[in-house]
């Protein structure tokens, strides 16, 4: 998903604070959107073996290695995961993973991570997470346009005691990937009247809407994401309502425009806003209804099931200046570098409390800071064509600093 919360202003170039999510419309005829379970977990292991798995796992991603990604990820132990929640019959779970590790881990993983991951995205392990006797480890993506995902690692011993990860929590969603990628398979590949009737709670399948389903993956596979939510948006109201058809089509509606993106969270708060794995994907429409309270009480919620990082804190930082609240912001924005110093965000949502309120002494100390601990460079052409920061440019403090 994409949060289009717009409050931070680098020269050269604005950049939206969104959360991105991983793996969305990226995995063609593996995956999409399901039902809702609980946070994976991941027992059995100790804590040295859970911290070195995932930082490995961070680190291919800031290195774009591929290989490294698909040897930690376990794709039998996915594909059975999957399995499971669509058969009962040992032979068709077998039958299916056998099919879906046939494809092969790299071309998995380069599906999954290819297009989401630029090089400049970068990748951290956070913490464990722990819940009674379980342990499970949290990694938090920063993509360049500010966005951010947050990835719950299932980490086991496979049947040659090495540690790999066997599935993926996606903040986001909400979801495992294992359940989307199930229900994908099923229901965009091959759905039959048992598997609809179960996933939507109805009595009888029309035919032409099994034909719709495999349309829909087929359009998807072949990326035409706006001919795909044409096809979704002409069934009746009761199925696209239904939690897995509205997560797809706000999957395909960013394909579209924003209008079409945000009537479908609306449809998704009016329907599932209670369910709260919607509470992360749901802070851009209250964000865009200018409701900051949901907004602030699903990043609370956020931070209580996550725990505290820069990326919460600047958020909140970024809500409240949208409000108008310039002390809340600041000291939510300080907050967030304090707690991770290399946190670049942080520090262009300072500039920018401090352009808007023109503070312009301050939004040099900022810029120094900036330069010192990041490494930037600043001329005075970066801010010349930028309106934003026409006011600064003007003042005796950028003259004093640059000129």
Not at 120 to 149: F, M, N, Q, W
Not at 276 to 299: H, K, Q, V, W
Request: proline share 2%; net charge negative.
């Amino acid at each position: 998903m994409t949060l289009r919360i717009s409050t931070v202003h680098r020269p050269d170039r604005r950049s939206l604070l969104r959360f991105y999510a991983l793996m969305i419309l990226l995995l063609g005829s593996f995956m999409t959107v399901a039902d809702s379970l609980a946070e994976p977990k991941s027992g059995g292991l100790n804590e040295s073996e859970l911290v070195a798995i995932s930082t490995a796992f961070a680190q291919a991603i800031n290195d774009q290695d591929m290989e490294t990604l698909s040897r930690l990820i376990d794709m039998r132990a996915f594909g059975e995961r999957a399995a499971r929640t669509l058969f009962d019959r040992e032979s068709d779970i077998q039958g299916f993973v056998k099919g879906f590790s046939s494809r092969g881990s790299l071309r998995f993983v380069r599906s999954a991570f290819g297009q989401a991951l630029d090089a400049k995205s970068r990748a951290k392990y956070l913490r464990i997470l722990r819940d009674a006797d379980e342990a499970t480890p949290l990694v938090r993506v920063d993509i360049p346009s500010g966005g951010h995902e947050y990835i719950l690692l299932t980490v086991e011993k496979n049947t040659l005691g090495e540690v790999v990860v066997s599935d993926l929590f996606l903040a986001t969603t909400g979801k495992q990937l294992s359940i989307s990628l199930g229900a994908a398979a099923q229901l965009l590949i091959a759905p039959s009247d048992t598997m609809i009737r179960k996933l939507f709670n109805v009595k009888s399948v029309d035919r032409e809407l099994l034909i719709q389903f495999r349309e829909i993956g087929k359009l998807r596979r072949e990326k035409r994401y706006l001919d795909a939510y044409r096809l979704i948006q002409g069934m009746p109201l009761e199925i696209r309502t239904q939690r897995v058809i509205l997560d797809l089509a706000i999957q395909l509606s960013q394909a579209v425009d924003d209008q079409e993106y945000y009537h479908q969270l609306e449809l998704l708060a009016k329907h599932h806003g209670d369910d709260p794995s919607t509470a992360f994907m749901l802070i851009d429409y209250y964000f865009s209804r200018g409701d900051m309270t949901r907004a602030n009480d699903s990043i609370g919620r956020m931070i209580v099931r996550f725990g505290n990082d820069a990326a919460l804190m600047n958020l909140k930082a970024s809500i409240a200046y949208s409000a108008g609240n310039m002390d809340e912001a600041t000291a939510h924005a300080l907050e967030s570098i304090r707690l991770e110093n290399d946190f670049e965000d942080g520090y262009w949502t300072l500039v920018t409390i401090h352009i808007a309120t023109e503070q312009y002494t301050q939004v040099v100390d900022d810029l120094k800071r900036i330069e010192q601990t990041l490494g930037y460079e600043f001329r005075a052409e970066n801010f010349a064509n930028e309106e934003f920061y026409a006011g600064f440019v003007k003042s005796r403090a950028f003259s004093d600093w640059l000129n």
